[in-house]
């Protein structure tokens, strides 16, 4: 495995592990309807805007395999939630699910966390659905809960936990 950061000739490679991993990852979360209707253009085209709209200090990673395809991503940086005293944040990490439970999320996320201290963060948060599996992850890292709040996604409304580390 490889991680590295990404760059514009990797958005079609985020996008669909993006697509996949939502399919996989939010079946019987997220209704059918509306994850039947993402699709790959619609995920190409909100990655090129957040590659071509990023700040300062946001990074996104990828892990490659061993045919230099893309198995999972990682994006993150400042904290888009003032109203919590939490001074990065993790926006997503996701990996299709045949890469899921081999360590891959734990190196990716152990990776955004040195870029983080190497610009003097010290403290991280994410938002988790309450329903997502990933919550366990989350706190087999240290992950604490912070607060909660509803969400809607499409017609679905649903709970959306903050995890944090105060100190990373």
């Not at 619609?42 to 893309?70: A, H, K, L, P």
């Not at 994006?75 to 045949?98: F, P």
């Not at 890469?99 to 991280?124: D, V």
Request: one cysteine or more; a negative charge.
């Amino acid at each position: 495995m490889k991680i590295r950061l990404a760059s514009l000739n990797d958005i079609e490679g985020i996008a669909k592990v993006h697509l996949e991993s939502w399919k996989t990852t939010y079946k019987n979360i997220i209704s059918d309807s509306y994850l039947s209707n993402i699709t790959l253009e619609g995920r190409i085209r909100n990655w090129t805007w957040v590659f071509n709209n990023s700040n300062n200090g946001e990074v996104i990673y990828v892990i490659e395999d061993e045919n230099n395809q893309i198995v999972g991503f990682l994006s993150g940086g400042k904290s888009r939630e003032s109203n919590l005293e939490y001074e990065a944040e993790l926006y997503a990490i996701y990996l299709l699910k045949d890469a899921q439970c081999k360590g891959y999320g734990r190196l990716l996320f152990n990776r955004f966390i040195e870029e983080l201290k190497l610009t003097k963060y010290e403290s991280i948060m994410l938002w988790v659905l309450k329903e997502n599996p990933a919550i366990n992850f989350y706190k087999k890292l240290g992950g604490e809960y912070i607060t909660e709040k509803e969400i809607q996604i499409g017609e679905d409304r649903l709970i959306e936990i903050a995890l944090g580390w105060k100190d990373i």
